[in-house]
Each structure stands twice: as C-alpha cells, then as structure tokens.
C-alpha cells in the first residue's frame, strides 16, 4: 500500500526532516477549521505558525512540516506541505493583535498561555498543491492532536478523491446557526448557494435573548443581506446599533421560493414579527422598530 511517505522520498523531501501534523483545534473551531484551511489560507497559516513549547522543539529540529486535518468521523484528510523558511520569538500580546488572530478569535480560537511564543514562518510547496483536500491517510493512535516525525511511521494513504473536500455541503437552512464572524468567513460555495435563498430570517443576541426578524429578497438574497450585517455590525436597524455584533447568531425562519415575489416575502416577515412577539413595542425583547 502506497503510503505518505513513499510521496515526500517521490519529491526529493527525506522524511527525517518531517514533521506530521493533525491538527484537530478548540472545539468552537473544529467544524469551521477545514473550510479556514481550504479558503483562508492567510488564517491556517498563522494558526499553525506557533505551537506549544514541546513541539516548538520539533519544529526547531526539522526543514518540513506536512499538515493534516482531523474531522469529525476520524479520518485525516491533507492540507498542504510546508517549508520552514524562518522564525522568530513574540510576545502573547503581539501574537493576539495580529489582525488574523482576531479573526481566528471571533471564529472560536482560544489564547495562548505562554507570555512568549516563537512564531514559524511556513511557505507552502507547490509540488503538493492538487492533493490538498483530496487525500486522506490512516493517522491511528486515537483521535488526537499531535505532531510525530514521518520517518517513525507510515501514514498510509487510505483514500484519494476527486475534489478537494475540505469544504462541507452547506447544511439543511433549518440546521444552520451563524455568528457574525462565521459570515465574514463563509465558503464561496456557501455564499453563491444563499445568493439563491429568499427567506425570512431572525437573528438573536445571545447576550439577553433579543431578537430582530428581517427578510432577504434583494439581488442576492439571504447572502447580501447577511454580509450587510457583518460588514456593518447593524444593518442599517437602529436597535441593533447599541448592541455588539459578535453576540449575534443568524438563522433561517422561512425558506422560500428563488423567484418569490417581493411582497410576498414581506407579508411572511409580517406574520413572524407578530408570531414572535418581535416588535419592541410588544415588550418582550424585541429589537423590530416596526
């Protein structure tokens, strides 16, 4: 059976100087990190560039670092293969102001706890590219976040597919629950797939239970409408203005037709603010001023 290794002696990378990666993050971030990895490489590389102090030391001592992803059923599906080019010692502080940690933060990731932390500059190689997302190996050992040396073991190849599967069919509309930062991150995929979705949405802030009822029939539909949200913070609602966005959480009331008629859609947006008890004036934590 053909097996990683066998890949990285086929490219002239001897596997003493490989470090294998399965990365399984914080659980706030695990269902999101494939798509990061697949669509957000900025944000996969920066998680990855810095790692606990026992495995500062591994990535000290080798050239390579081959990256996996663990997903929820177990299996450990390809991300890329990088080269070490550099790296550096930064504060705790410096590391969280990056601008792609606060993203990686809005998006479920935890802090790190040591006051000082080396950073790795990682540059992805080529030669790897057209397997990223498409193959899987058999990791054993139980479902852990770790990194070993490719030359203590086999890694055999288990699977390889088609298409890159890192990013996940968008879920059932009555199953899917976004925060605002998720928005601004979405799969294109998922994007063009709500660009077709007229719907009744309601959003609610987690902080005291208010919600807000609104509905998306414009050019783009539930996606444009959404992106306003998260480009704004408000949306243009006056009740939402005071409030803080990351508490928001976006879902889907309503599914409608693609080609349903606009007062069609306004008539159902209605008929849920009043079901819900939405309206501020009904005084139950309504954040509709009509």
């Given at each position: 059976?053909?097996?990683?290794?066998?890949?990285?002696?086929?490219?002239?990378?001897?596997?003493?100087?490989?470090?294998?990666?399965?990365?399984?993050?914080?659980?706030?971030?695990r269902?999101?990190?494939?798509?990061?990895?697949?669509?957000?490489?900025?944000?996969?590389?920066?998680?990855?560039?810095?790692?606990?102090?026992?495995?500062?030391?591994?990535?000290?001592?080798?050239?390579?670092?081959?990256?996996?992803?663990?997903?929820?059923?177990?299996?450990?599906?390809?991300?890329?293969?990088?080269?070490?080019?550099?790296?550096?010692?930064?504060?705790?502080?410096s590391?969280?102001?990056?601008?792609?940690?606060?993203?990686?933060?809005?998006?479920?990731?935890?802090?790190?706890?040591?006051?000082?932390?080396?950073?790795?500059?990682?540059?992805?190689?080529?030669?790897?590219?057209?397997?990223?997302?498409?193959?899987?190996?058999?990791?054993?050992?139980g479902?852990?976040?770790?990194?070993?040396?490719?030359?203590?073991?086999?890694?055999?190849?288990?699977?390889?597919?088609?298409?890159n599967?890192?990013?996940?069919?968008?879920?059932?509309?009555?199953?899917?629950?976004?925060?605002?930062?998720?928005?601004?991150?979405?799969p294109?995929?998922?994007?063009?797939?709500?660009?077709?979705?007229?719907?009744?949405?309601?959003?609610?802030?987690?902080?005291?239970?208010?919600?807000?009822?609104?509905?998306?029939?414009?050019?783009?539909?539930?996606?444009?409408?959404?992106?306003y949200?998260?480009?704004t913070?408000?949306?243009?609602?006056?009740?939402?203005?005071?409030?803080?966005?990351?508490?928001?959480?976006?879902?889907?009331?309503?599914?409608?037709?693609?080609?349903?008629?606009?007062?069609?859609?306004?008539?159902?947006?209605?008929?849920w603010?009043?079901r819900?008890?939405?309206?501020?004036?009904?005084g139950?934590?309504?954040?509709?001023?009509?």
């Amino acid at each position: 059976m053909l097996n990683f290794n066998d890949l990285l002696r086929k490219n002239e990378i001897d596997p003493e100087q490989v470090n294998v990666a399965r990365h399984r993050p914080e659980l706030a971030l695990r269902d999101k990190f494939a798509w990061i990895a697949s669509e957000r490489p900025e944000l996969f590389d920066y998680y990855q560039s810095t790692q606990s102090p026992q495995r500062e030391k591994m990535l000290l001592n080798r050239d390579f670092l081959a990256s996996f992803i663990g997903l929820r059923d177990g299996s450990t599906i390809f991300v890329g293969v990088y080269k070490k080019k550099n790296f550096r010692e930064v504060t705790k502080k410096s590391f969280h102001e990056d601008p792609r940690f606060l993203r990686l933060r809005a998006l479920g990731c935890n802090d790190y706890p040591e006051p000082l932390r080396l950073v790795f500059n990682f540059e992805e190689l080529k030669a790897f590219r057209a397997l990223k997302g498409r193959l899987y190996i058999q990791w054993g050992g139980g479902p852990r976040s770790f990194i070993q040396v490719a030359a203590n073991r086999d890694f055999p190849i288990v699977k390889l597919a088609e298409e890159n599967q890192l990013v996940a069919e968008l879920q059932h509309h009555s199953e899917l629950i976004l925060s605002e930062a998720d928005i601004r991150e979405l799969p294109h995929t998922w994007r063009e797939r709500m660009s077709q979705w007229r719907a009744v949405y309601i959003i609610t802030d987690i902080s005291d239970g208010a919600r807000y009822i609104g509905s998306a029939s414009g050019a783009e539909n539930l996606w444009q409408r959404w992106k306003y949200y998260s480009d704004t913070g408000h949306g243009g609602n006056v009740l939402l203005k005071s409030r803080d966005p990351a508490n928001f959480r976006f879902s889907i009331l309503e599914l409608l037709a693609a080609d349903e008629e606009k007062a069609v859609v306004l008539e159902k947006e209605v008929n849920w603010k009043r079901r819900l008890l939405t309206r501020a004036s009904d005084g139950y934590f309504g954040l509709n001023d009509n």
